[in-house]
């Protein structure tokens, strides 16, 4: 027999014996939102462990919220992350994982979203009359409300949040605020995650008082800088959360640092990228790939200023 009419007899004993149902088959070949499927977060954890370097604040925090929200039946308010740090220090990264480990196609999936703010809305100055015209938070919100109509459990990344006009933050808040329902449709299981560099520099200033106090980088503690991060992202005009009342009405759920990458996580980052092209690690091109990046503060030299955002193209040159 070949395998195909094997599979498809298979298939079809299945569903006459009730052992698939019809839905279950269907979902085998096609893609189905499953909103109430639980996360399994020893998987989610494992991820984030074994592909995330030098962030253990982020997985934590991550672990946690995800796994509280999707154990919880009865949501009050969609979940909202807000991941701010420096420069490919693995914001969209850790955005893939979390959105694979929900839908299993990920960034593919169709009940995932990314916004990119200046792909999207490149124009500021053009921002009044896209307001005037009425046309960007109608159409920005009919896209959420039909993406939310078709799948309870979507998820959508709002990438480059400090570039957003606070205006069109305006027009995602009322989704992601407690109504049980606007025009007939629940908000409350979505998740949305925005990223952002605000507040990198706050975050880098505590991570780099540790070091200077000769402090391990693992103990520092979501309490060192949650505070400093909600004030430090409120205060700072560019933000895009600024004034937006995201932060009063105590609409996002989680602040979530990222730490800026030393030296040793961008040797990490370059023999896993290694190990995804097929290639055997070659310490020596690790290390020249590592010290072809720029560290700062000048003097002590301890941080990449692009994390590990460059090491897939320089490692083209070896
Ligand atoms: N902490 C990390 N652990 C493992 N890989 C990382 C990490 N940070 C970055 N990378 C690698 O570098 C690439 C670029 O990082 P990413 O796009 O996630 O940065 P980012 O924080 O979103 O940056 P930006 O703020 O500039 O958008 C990732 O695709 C990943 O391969």
């Known amino acids: 027999f070949e395998p195909i009419t094997v599979g498809i007899a298979i298939g079809a004993a299945s569903v006459l014996t009730g052992y698939l149902s019809y839905k279950d088959l269907y979902c085998r070949f096609a893609e189905c939102c499953r909103s109430e499927r639980p996360l399994n977060a020893s998987a989610l954890k494992q991820d984030l462990e074994e592909k995330l370097f030098g962030q253990h604040l982020a997985t934590e925090v991550i672990v946690k919220a995800l796994t509280g929200f999707k154990n919880n039946k009865n949501p ?36 995932v979203h990314l916004f990119v703010s ?57 989704f992601l605020d407690y109504y049980e329902q606007i025009d007939g449709v629940s908000y409350r299981k979505a998740i949305f995650i925005f990223l952002s560099n605000a507040g990198g520099d706050l975050i880098t200033k505590t991570a780099l008082d540790f070091w200077r106090a000769g402090r391990k980088r693992e103990d520092i503690q979501l309490k060192d800088l949650e505070a400093v991060l909600s004030v430090g992202v409120f205060n700072n005009k560019h933000s895009g959360l600024w004034h937006s009342g995201l932060i009063d009405r105590n609409l996002i759920d989680y602040f979530i640092p990222f730490l800026p990458l030393e030296y040793r996580h961008v040797k990490m980052c370059v023999r896993a990228e290694m190990k995804a092209r097929g290639s055997a690690v070659d310490e020596d091109v690790v290390t020249r790939v590592a010290e072809e990046m720029t ?21 083209d040159f070896y």
């Open 76 to 111: 009050k308010k969609p979940l909202t992350l807000s991941l701010h740090g420096w420069a490919g220090t693995g914001k969209n990264f850790v955005s893939q994982i979390v959105a694979e480990n929900l839908h299993p196609k990920g960034l593919k999936s169709n009940f």
């Open 118 to 174: 200046t792909l999207h809305f490149p124009h500021e100055q053009h921002i009044k009359l896209y307001q005037a015209r009425n046309c960007y938070p109608d159409q920005l919100q009919r896209w959420i409300r039909g993406n939310v109509s078709a799948c309870a459990g979507s998820v959508f990344i709002f990438d480059e949040m400090d570039k957003l006009h606070p205006g069109v933050i305006d027009a995602i808040k009322p």
């Open 295 to 315: 560290f700062f503060p000048k003097d002590e030299k301890i941080y990449s200023d692009k994390g590990c955002k460059t090491v897939q193209s320089r490692l």
